[in-house]
């Protein structure tokens, strides 16, 4: 599994939090042997997630070079495919934000 997130990591947030993001986004970065690293997890829709998250709930996880950024994205959209458009977008701002300050 790509995204193998310790236990201990697991059990500090659940899944669809900023933590949670951060988690993923340094598990991508340490499996890759990559600069940077992009975590994302919430509820794309149509229906929201066993947390209770609404569709269009989302937090992404930036993690590099001594940066480390997390934001929650709510769309109020039950579409899916626009969600997931909206989060990718999204993810890709926030690592462009970061690259720029690093």
């Not at 986004?25 to 890759?32: G, H, I, N, V």
């Not at 929201?48 to 480390?68: A, F, K, L, Q, S």
């Amino acid at each position: 599994m790509l995204m193998a997130v310790s236990d201990a990591a697991m059990g500090e947030a659940r899944a669809a939090t900023k933590t949670h993001a951060l988690h993923l986004a340094r598990a991508a970065r340490e499996r890759l042997g990559a600069d940077w690293g992009i975590g994302e997890t919430g509820a794309a829709g149509p229906t929201g997630n066993r947390y209770g998250d609404p569709p269009g709930h989302t937090c992404i996880g930036v993690v590099g070079p001594d940066t480390e950024r997390a934001i929650a994205i709510a769309t109020g959209s039950e579409n899916r495919g626009e969600n997931m458009e909206v989060f990718a977008r999204e993810a890709l701002d926030l690592l462009v934000e970061c690259l720029q300050r690093d």
